[in-house]
C-alpha cells in the first residue's frame, strides 16, 4: 500500500512563503505523475499543480507565476513552493498519485 505524507503548511502573512512537502513510500513513486490540490471551507477540492514523472508541470491559472512544484525522485518527494501568497489561497493542501491521497497540510494566509 502507498502512503503519502504532506508537510510544510502553516499560518503565513499575505506576500508570504512556504514550501509543502509530499513523500511517498514505495519505490515506483518516481514513474508516475503527483497533483497537488486544495480544498478551502465549502468549497470544491481543486487542482493546483501537477508535475509528470519526466518533470514537466502544470498549474491552474490562479496560482500561476506563484507556485512552483518540483521533484526529487531519489527521495520520493514532490514539492510545492509557494510565494506570494494570497488569503485566497487558504486551503487543505493535498496530494495525490497512484490513485492515493495524502491526509492534507492547512495553509492559512492571514494577516
Known amino acids: 500500500q502507498v502512503q503519502l505524507v504532506e508537510s510544510g503548511g502553516g499560518l503565513v502573512q499575505p506576500g508570504g512563503s512556504l514550501r509543502l512537502s509530499c513523500a511517498a513510500s514505495?519505490?515506483?513513486?518516481?514513474?508516475?505523475?503527483v497533483g497537488w490540490y486544495r480544498q478551502a471551507p465549502g468549497k470544491q477540492r481543486e487542482s493546483v499543480a501537477v508535475?509528470?514523472?519526466?518533470?514537466?508541470?502544470n498549474y491552474a491559472d490562479s496560482v500561476k507565476g506563484r507556485f512552483t512544484v518540483s521533484r526529487d525522485n531519489a527521495k520520493n518527494t514532490v514539492f510545492l513552493q509557494m510565494n506570494s501568497l494570497k488569503p485566497e489561497d487558504t486551503a487543505v493542501y493535498y496530494c495525490?498519485?497512484?490513485?492515493?491521497w495524502g491526509q492534507g497540510t492547512q495553509v492559512t494566509v492571514s494577516s
Open positions: 495525490q498519485s497512484m490513485g492515493y
Open positions: 514505495g519505490d515506483i513513486f518516481s514513474i508516475y505523475s
Open positions: 508535475i509528470t514523472s519526466a518533470g514537466s508541470s
